[in-house]
């Protein structure tokens, strides 16, 4: 799964690193404590303990549940509750004692259980084995000719498969190194100017970066020395890709990934960087685009992606009938809506799910926080959307018909971040006095715009 003891640099946050050897050395070590274990929780700090961990885990065969450090109480509660870890680390001290030795997990051993969030309930927890990560790694670094000599910077949180699963797995998989910075453009100017060599990130970062490169002439030059700058998560509005473009001369390659797939399709190092499309499927993986009966629509008409192959998820955690809905004759349903270019080039151009919101690349379920905003006592009804964006693609919206007297905005906020977590909270909160419906009751949320 990882490459080899050496003395290279694997790993870089901020003043601490550790070398391949001592990475090896740290994580066998915890790895022997780990042995018999299932599943042990990991707080995702960004940390090298973090990545130790992890790491431990994989060796171990045992599966790794990282959790947002910034978890609130009620989704904390439902993860542990849900996953039942036999053991949670906490920034466990990285300790060189006696590695213990393994055999390599066969490849449909269970690495990671990564929890997304889904329309209406609490999130589910993504199973991931060793097959989809190591078949994944190997797939992108065919694509975008990623070996053991690039040096990757990102400031992405390590408890996602973008900067957990490719960002961090992926470099120690194919023997490079990784450095891990607090996100902000000067940061990862920093490390390109200093021997980085590509940086992923969420087009909320890359928005940043081109408000950023476009003031400043020198930062425009440490982004123009990267050999690849790589978009995900979300999709990357066509303006920024040409800002970028236009003051630092890099065209940004995107792809796109799901938890339960990794990256499934992307933009080739040497193919064309069109802004708005994400390029073809990576090898080793299928991907349709079909209509409701599931029948491949005619190049050019939008339908559904569908995707088949080794990256994909094992299942559900605990949630056999979410699983088998997400199949369908072998194929897993996106909810993505795309359009295929006369050469391939997928285009993603919505979401099957209203209810589903992309804010500064992370997937939230409204169902999910309009459930906890019904518990504040101010709150009579409510209904969460996803608005437009600049920065963060799209923001939270809570439509809210107050009990009593209206609350202030930033209590319901506050309320969301501490029961799910910050990145869930409403951005905007809206007053009204009566929520539109259909005949049925049900919310239109069309209407609310
Ligand atoms: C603000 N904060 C609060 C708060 N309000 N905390 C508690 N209660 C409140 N009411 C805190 C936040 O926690 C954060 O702390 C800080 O204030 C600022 O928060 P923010 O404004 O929400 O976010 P920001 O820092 O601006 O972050 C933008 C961002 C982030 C782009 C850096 O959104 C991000 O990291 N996105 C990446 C998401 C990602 O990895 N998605 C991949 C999913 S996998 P602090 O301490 O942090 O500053 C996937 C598959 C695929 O999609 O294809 O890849
Ligand atoms: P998650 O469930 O957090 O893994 O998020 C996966 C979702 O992110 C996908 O289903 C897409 O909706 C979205 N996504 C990921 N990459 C891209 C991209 N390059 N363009 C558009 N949407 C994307």
């Not at 920093?190 to 990130?201: D, V, Y």
């Not at 080794?310 to 699983?323: G, I, K, S």
């Not at 050469?343 to 926080?369: F, H, N, P, Q, W």
Request: net charge negative.
């Amino acid at each position: 799964m990882f490459a080899e003891p050496s003395d290279r640099e694997a790993l870089r946050f901020g003043d601490r690193s550790l070398t391949y050897a001592e990475l090896h050395h740290a994580a066998g070590t915890l790895a022997e404590r780990l042995r018999d274990h299932t599943r042990v929780a990991v707080w995702a700090t960004s940390t090298l303990e973090t990545c130790v961990a992890v790491v431990a885990g994989v060796l171990a065969g045992v599966a790794i549940v990282p959790l947002n450090p910034k978890l609130g109480e009620r989704e904390l509660e439902h993860i542990l509750g849900d996953s039942r870890p036999d053991l949670v680390l906490r920034d466990e001290p990285i300790v060189f004692g006696e590695p213990g030795t393994f055999a390599e997990p066969g490849p449909e051993t269970p690495a990671l259980v990564i929890y997304t969030s889904g329309t209406t309930g609490p999130p589910k927890g993504v199973v991931l084995p060793r097959r989809a990560l190591t078949s994944n790694i190997d797939a992108l670094s065919k694509a975008w000719q990623w070996t053991a000599d690039d040096v990757l910077v990102h400031g992405l949180p390590l408890f996602h498969v973008h900067g957990l699963g490719i960002g961090i797995l992926g470099p120690l998989r194919l023997g490079g190194s990784v450095r891990h910075v607090k996100f902000s453009p000067e940061a990862i100017g920093h490390e390109l100017q200093n021997g980085a060599t590509m940086m992923f990130g969420v087009p909320t970062m890359y928005h940043r970066i081109a408000e950023a490169v476009e003031n400043d002439h020198a930062l425009a030059e440490q982004f123009g020395k990267a050999r690849l700058l790589v978009s995900g998560s979300a999709a990357l509005p066509a303006s920024d890709h040409a800002r970028i473009a236009g003051a630092t001369g890099q065209g940004i390659v995107e792809r796109y990934g799901m938890s339960e797939t990794l990256m499934n399709v992307s933009v080739r190092f040497d193919g064309d960087r069109r802004p708005g499309a994400v390029g073809l499927p990576v090898d080793g993986v299928d991907v349709r685009v079909v209509d409701e009966q599931g029948h491949e629509v005619e190049q050019g008409a939008i339908g559904e992606i569908e995707v088949r192959g080794p990256n994909l998820f094992l299942e559900y955690l605990n949630r056999p009938d979410a699983t088998g809905a997400a199949f369908r004759d072998g194929w897993f349903r996106t909810g993505d809506m795309a359009v295929r270019d006369p050469d391939g080039y997928v285009r993603i151009v919505g979401r099957r799910a209203t209810d589903l919101i992309k804010s500064g690349g992370y997937k939230i379920g409204a169902g999910e926080i309009e459930n906890v905003l019904l518990e504040h006592p101010s709150v009579a009804e409510v209904a969460v959307t996803g608005e437009p964006d600049d920065d963060l693609g799209e923001r939270i919206v809570a439509w809210v018909v107050p009990a009593g007297e209206a609350p202030e905005p930033s209590a319901l906020s506050d309320h969301v971040a501490k029961l799910l977590s910050p990145h869930k909270r409403p951005r905007v909160v809206r007053f009204l006095k009566a929520l539109p419906r259909n005949e049925m009751g049900k919310v239109l949320k069309k209407e609310l715009s």
